[in-house]
Structures are given as structure tokens and as C-alpha cells.
């Protein structure tokens, strides 16, 4: 079986968020590598930009469900620079896909926050 170039094997992509109308927490993401022997994935807590105002965004409920708290965001979340320069080195010139529009939202807001554009594709 003849492998695929090494951009053309799709990225899928999935976004926690504080709530459905909140701000992005958390980001991964995964592909296979070319050789088809290996899945290469890396994922990020966010750190809460200030100009978010995430407290009047944060859902309990949601909470309840990802388990991941406003405390631990603050502790252990890379800031969106940082998430960012890091996807764009990754997975430059990908095609990135996931199974909600409303994740297209919360990565849009990573790189907002970090005054960057996408090297990939969303789709």
C-alpha cells in the first residue's frame, strides 16, 4: 500500500469550552503519520486571555462534564501565544477537520487572542 504525502493525511481537531457560548479551554488534536504505523497528538489546557471575562462565560454544568476547573485553567493553561505558534508549527499546510462548528469558534478565539493566522486549513 503506496503511503500518503506527509500534509495530505488529515488533522482532526476537537475544543472544550466553558460553556456552548463560553471560550475555549481546552484544544487537541491528532493525525496518522505517513507511514500509517504511527498517530502523532498533542493537546493544550488554555490559560483564560483577561480580556475574555471567562468567569461570566463559565458553566457549571460544563464543568461537570469536561471535569476541568477555572483553578486549573489558571495553573496549568498555556497561554493562546504559545497554543498557537505551536499548531502553526505542527500542522502547517494540514487540513483540519472536526465534528462541531461551534469548535471552528473556539479555535478562532486561540488565535484572536494571539494575534496570529491559521497556517492550516480549517474545514
Not at 503506496?2 to 460553556?19: H, K
Request: hydrophobic letters at 40%; charged letters at 25%; a negative charge.
Amino acid at each position: 500500500m503506496e503511503s500518503l504525502p506527509a500534509r495530505s493525511t488529515p488533522v482532526f481537531y476537537d475544543c472544550e469550552a466553558s460553556g456552548l457560548e463560553g471560550f475555549v479551554i481546552e484544544i487537541g488534536w491528532a493525525f496518522v503519520e505517513p507511514d500509517g504505523q504511527k498517530i502523532s497528538s498533542a493537546g493544550y489546557l488554555v490559560r483564560p486571555a483577561l480580556a475574555w471575562r471567562i468567569e461570566n462565560a463559565w458553566d457549571e454544568n460544563a464543568e461537570s462534564l469536561h471535569g476541568i476547573s477555572l483553578v486549573l485553567l489558571r495553573a496549568c493553561g498555556r497561554p493562546t501565544w504559545e497554543i498557537a505558534q505551536s499548531m502553526n508549527r505542527e500542522l502547517e499546510g494540514r487540513e483540519l477537520f472536526s465534528d462541531s462548528p461551534k469548535d471552528e469558534i473556539w479555535l478562532n478565539q486561540i488565535f484572536e487572542d494571539a494575534g496570529l493566522d491559521p497556517s492550516f486549513v480549517i474545514r
